[in-house]
């Protein structure tokens, strides 16, 4: 069984208003994309997907709250490649940081192995240590897929996780506008199911982060085939004699 591979990252998109990330390079039909949108999230409430309901959620907001000036929030999306799909991002506030990626040999029926987990650094907590939580798996060979994004435009490096095979960033987008941003993600094998756990990196400054950890189940995965029911009992021929004939039968005699 093969883990989902990745395909590429297409042009990020960073601006004050609406952007349009460009398409990876290479999709083809059957890939899966993941929309990553990196915004200020002052209202709390997750950064909204380009118009036209193609694009799905994945999991829920993560949103890092904190100084006017630092508080950065993570949004994911996720739909089947189609050439023509609406990738106009509207404007997630004070800056709007997005990049879509392709993923191939991803199961058509169950994408997502488990749901994601988001998690975050708010203010009073920043460092320069990004700390992303991991999700459980309950398949084998799932691609793990690391979304960080940061309230300035600092880098991102030194990702680590001693349970993935070849983690590897893939992206970084890096922005002035508004208050600053980045927008960063990586992806590494998980070859058993089981704990992913924390994965680290480092950050150029301390930042407030919003995060994101995906597991992307195999195509290959074939669900079990449930056990058979136990065949009843067969009933029993076994019938109990009757007695009262030979009282009878002596009777007579």
Same mark, same amino acid.
């Given at each position: 069984?093969?883990?989902?591979?990745?395909? +590429?990252?297409? +042009?990020?998109?960073?601006?004050?208003?609406?952007?349009?990330?460009?398409?990876?390079?290479?999709?083809?039909?059957?890939?899966?994309?993941?929309?990553?949108?990196?915004?200020?999230?002052?209202?709390? #409430?997750?950064?909204?997907?380009? =118009?036209?309901?193609?694009?799905?959620?994945?999991?829920?907001?993560?949103?890092?709250?904190?100084?006017?000036?630092?508080?950065?929030?993570?949004?994911?999306?996720?739909?089947? @490649?189609?050439?023509?799909?609406?990738? &106009?991002?509207?404007?997630?506030?004070? @800056?709007?940081?997005?990049?879509?990626?392709?993923?191939?040999?991803?199961?058509?029926?169950?994408?997502?192995? /488990?749901? =994601? #987990?988001?998690?975050?650094?708010?203010?009073?907590?920043?460092?320069?240590? /990004?700390?992303?939580?991991? #999700?459980?798996?309950?398949?084998?060979?799932?691609?793990?897929?690391? /979304?960080?994004?940061?309230?300035?435009?600092?880098?991102? @490096?030194?990702?680590?996780?001693?349970?993935?095979?070849?983690?590897?960033?893939?992206?970084?987008?890096? &922005?002035?506008?508004?208050?600053?941003?980045?927008? +960063?993600?990586?992806?590494?094998?998980?070859?058993?199911?089981?704990? #992913?756990?924390?994965?680290?990196?480092?950050?150029?400054? &301390?930042?407030?982060? =919003?995060?994101?950890?995906?597991?992307?189940?195999?195509?290959?995965?074939?669900?079990?085939?449930?056990?058979?029911?136990?065949?009843?009992?067969?009933?029993?021929?076994?019938?109990? !004699?009757?007695?009262?004939? &030979?009282?009878?039968? !002596?009777?007579?005699?």
């Amino acid at each position: 069984m093969a883990a989902p591979s990745f395909v +590429a990252a297409g +042009a990020a998109a960073a601006g004050s208003g609406g952007v349009t990330p460009g398409m990876p390079a290479g999709a083809t039909d059957g890939d899966l994309l993941l929309l990553a949108i990196a915004g200020k999230g002052e209202d709390g #409430v997750i950064d909204p997907a380009p =118009a036209g309901d193609e694009w799905t959620e994945v999991g829920f907001i993560c949103a890092s709250t904190g100084s006017a000036g630092g508080n950065t929030q993570t949004s994911v999306y996720w739909a089947w @490649y189609d050439a023509a799909i609406s990738r &106009s991002v509207p404007d997630a506030g004070n @800056y709007t940081n997005a990049a879509i990626t392709a993923w191939r040999n991803v199961n058509t029926d169950q994408p997502f192995d /488990v749901d =994601a #987990v988001f998690s975050k650094v708010g203010w009073g907590s920043e460092d320069t240590s /990004v700390s992303i939580d991991g #999700v459980t798996t309950v398949t084998d060979e799932t691609r793990i897929v690391l /979304v960080t994004s940061a309230g300035d435009n600092v880098s991102i @490096y030194g990702w680590a996780n001693a349970n993935l095979e070849s983690i590897t960033e893939v992206l970084e987008n890096k &922005s002035t506008v508004g208050d600053d941003s980045v927008l +960063a993600i990586a992806h590494g094998e998980m070859a058993t199911a089981g704990d #992913v756990g924390a994965t680290t990196a480092t950050a150029g400054a &301390s930042e407030q982060e =919003a995060n994101a950890c995906i597991a992307l189940r195999s195509a290959d995965y074939v669900e079990p085939e449930p056990e058979p029911e136990p065949e009843p009992e067969p009933e029993s021929t076994y019938r109990p !004699r009757r007695r009262g004939g &030979s009282r009878n039968r !002596r009777a007579r005699r």
